[in-house]
Nanobody
Framework: QVQLVESGGGKVQAGGSLRLSCAASGRTFNIYRLGWFRQAPGKEREFVAAINWSGGSTWFADSVKGRFTVSRDNAKNTVYLQMNSLNAEDTAVYFC?????????????????RGQGTQVTVSS
């Protein structure tokens, strides 16, 4: 089993920045990839970004390219989502998820473990 705990959410004004963290524990040696997803009220969950646990390959949704970056600290078993130039459309609950396989990084259902989420609210 892998446990995931997100932190770093909060309220920020448009144009501001936040850094989310996803701390993994348990059988972290099974993790192939960490992904970030978000869900806004009344909307479907959507892919945000993903990073391979080793090797560092990354993926980003078009809506966040150039504004968000994803990085990992294997020594701390933690993945970070740096979010810059935030706007109201970024308001959502952000979830991290861990994948033990190498399946499609943008598809939520291919992830095996999920965190509880952290709220990000951007005011305009």
């Amino acid at each position: 089993q892998v446990q995931l705990v997100e932190s770093g959410g909060g309220k920020v004004q448009a144009g501001g920045s936040l850094r989310l963290s996803c701390a993994a524990s348990g059988r972290t040696f099974n993790i192939y990839r960490l992904g970030w997803f978000r869900q806004a009220p009344g909307k479907e969950r959507e892919f945000v970004a993903a990073i391979n646990w080793s090797g560092g390959s990354t993926w980003f949704a078009d809506s966040v390219k150039g504004r968000f970056t994803v990085s990992r600290d294997n020594a701390k078993n933690t993945v970070y989502l740096q979010m810059n130039s935030l706007n109201a459309e970024d308001t959502a609950v952000y979830f991290c998820a861990a994948q033990v396989s190498g399946y499609n990084p943008t598809t939520y259902s291919t992830y095996d473990y999920r965190g509880q989420g952290t709220q990000v609210t951007v005011s305009s």
